[in-house]
């Protein structure tokens, strides 16, 4: 796997798309492994259900430090980030947070920035369906909500595919899931990775149905403490 090639080059900065990153047993095994995970671990929101794993934030924005369960990491993840250098400038030189998303059809997220908690790097697996990501410029002072807005940029994601944002894509945009049962104006002109998609043919009638789609969204969260830290903190106040 070669990071450069992968290379969204309508975007202004750097966001990278390989549409084979995991393999189809791969990816069965992954969604095998989300899907029998005990019910507890699941979060259900208004729009969505979601695992946080190795623990959600606190509300400081503070991880527990803990290990990322083997099936998450390796061996199928960990020695492809590796091979792409992706994590490498990163505090941590590595993950240490994994988002588990599940959308199904006419579910989706109003659009949003993953703040300072993180290192600007996401890089999200998706998993059983495509969706289509939309990215919108960050506007200040101004009353026009981005769900009011149309995207600047979309992107779509494949079943076994990864997608990479850094830097300003990460700092300077929003980016959300619209909340529909079909996506559609799907086009080379519209989707600015069309041309690193496995299938585009797939999607030349211009639209997709949507279908349960599960995405593993990989962080390196910036401040991390041990739980023996946290317990004399919290004893010292």
């Known amino acids: 796997m070669d990071l450069q090639s992968a290379k969204i080059k309508t975007l202004p900065d ?3 798309y390989i549409a ?15 899907t029998t995970a005990p019910l507890p671990r699941w979060t259900h929101l208004s729009h969505r259900r979601l695992q946080s794993w190795p623990s959600a934030l606190t509300k400081s924005n503070v991880l527990l430090s803990a290990p990322l369960p083997s099936w998450l990491v390796s061996p199928v993840i960990t020695p492809r980030f590796e091979s792409l250098g992706l994590f490498a400038n990163a505090p941590h030189h590595a993950p240490n947070h994994v988002l588990v998303n599940e959308y199904r059809p006419g579910q989706g997220i109003m659009p949003h920035e993953d703040g300072a908690a ?18 919108y410029p960050k506007v200040q002072h101004t009353q026009d ?15 076994r595919s990864l997608l990479v944002t850094r830097k300003k894509i990460y700092t300077d945009f929003l980016h ?26 797939r999607f030349r009638c211009g639209w997709a ?23 004399k903190f919290l004893r010292g106040r």
């Not at 909500?145 to 079943?159: D, K, V």
């Open 176 to 201: 959300g899931i619209a909340e529909t049962t079909k996506d559609e104006g799907l086009n080379a002109d519209s989707i600015c990775n069309w041309d690193l998609l496995r299938e585009p043919e």
């Open 145 to 159: 909500h981005p769900e009011n807005r149309r995207p600047q940029y979309r992107i779509l994601q494949e079943r």
């Open 14 to 16: 750097e966001g990278f």
């Open 118 to 135: 993180y290192y600007p790097l996401v890089a999200t697996v998706s998993l059983g369906a495509p969706i289509v990501l939309d990215l």
């Open 209 to 231: 149905e949507r279908e349960t789609r599960v995405s593993l969204t990989y962080r390196d969260v910036l401040r991390e403490v041990k739980l023996g830290n946290t317990m």
């Open 20 to 34: 084979n990153f995991i393999m189809e047993d791969e990816e069965s095994w992954l969604l095998q492994k989300i």
